[in-house]
């Protein structure tokens, strides 16, 4: 932890990882950043997992939503099972019914498989058309920790529902504020909620120099920036 804020990294790719160990509480191991996120190679898992920082893996088969067919879901339990039995410290995953409600019955499923693991619903909540009611539901399920940036859009523009559900919901489940945080607006965020865990990407934009196109990635540099700014900030907690 920096200054009593326990810091989550979202990570595409090992080397991704490997960026964020010096700095990392957790990692949020996925691919495909730039699709918001999607399952991690198994090969990418076990490189990370020799990092000794705890994982919490992405489990999503695809973007653009979290309306998922069978024949999906039966892989992303498969891939939850196969994560959790080398080693994840937790699942992160989400799935809605097509009126934006959490789908409780395939929750309860993937909660099944987790077991004892942490149980993390990522931003599929903040699709949700009433997020204290998704907030309630979640807890009933078991869930140990909603990645929220408060409803749509970023989470700087969503600190006051934010600090409301922390207020009526935080001695019962954890909330991670995540989505837009950067260097500019972290010490806002966690003053203005009340929530003391973070998770961001902490990203640069790279150019791959056989095709001149850009991709994001973890900055080692950024996260140190980070570092000393947690470090030196008063009043978090």
């Known amino acids: 932890m920096i200054n009593h804020i326990r810091l989550e990294v979202c990570c595409g790719s090992y080397s991704d990882a490997l960026a964020a160990s010096g700095f990392a509480d957790r990692i949020e191991l996925n691919s495909a950043?730039?699709?918001?996120?999607?399952?991690p190679s198994r090969a990418t898992f076990l490189k990370a997992m020799e990092l000794n920082i705890p994982l919490a893996v992405m489990v999503r088969p695809r973007t653009a939503g979290f309306?998922?067919?069978?024949?999906?879901?039966?892989?992303m339990l498969e891939d939850a099972r196969w994560f959790c039995e080398h080693g994840a410290s937790g699942i992160v995953f989400g799935f809605l019914n097509k009126d934006g409600s959490i789908n409780i019955k395939q929750s309860q499923k993937m909660t099944d498989i987790i077991g004892d693991k942490e149980k993390i619903f990522h931003k599929a909540f903040d699709a949700t058309p009433d997020l204290f009611q998704s907030c309630?539901?979640?807890?009933?399920?078991?869930i140990t920790r909603i990645l929220t940036g408060g409803g749509r859009g970023l989470v700087g523009d969503n600190l006051e529902v934010l600090a409301k559900l922390q207020n009526q919901y935080g001695d019962q489940i954890q909330l991670l504020p995540g989505g837009g945080v950067t260097e500019d607006n972290i010490?806002?965020?966690l003053k203005q909620t009340?929530?003391?865990?973070?998770?961001?990407?902490?990203k640069e934009t790279k150019l791959d120099p056989s095709t001149n196109q850009p991709y994001v990635a973890v900055?080692?540099?950024v996260l140190q920036r980070?570092?000393?700014i947690l470090s030196q900030a008063s009043d978090l907690v």
């Open 187 to 189: 010490i806002t965020i």
């Open 194 to 202: 009340g929530i003391t865990q973070i998770h961001m990407t902490a």
């Open 226 to 228: 980070i570092k000393t």
């Open 136 to 142: 309630q539901t979640l807890i009933d399920l078991g």
């Open 33 to 39: 950043l730039e699709l918001g996120g999607l399952t």
């Open 219 to 221: 900055s080692s540099q």
């Open 67 to 75: 309306v998922y067919e069978e024949a999906d879901i039966e892989v």
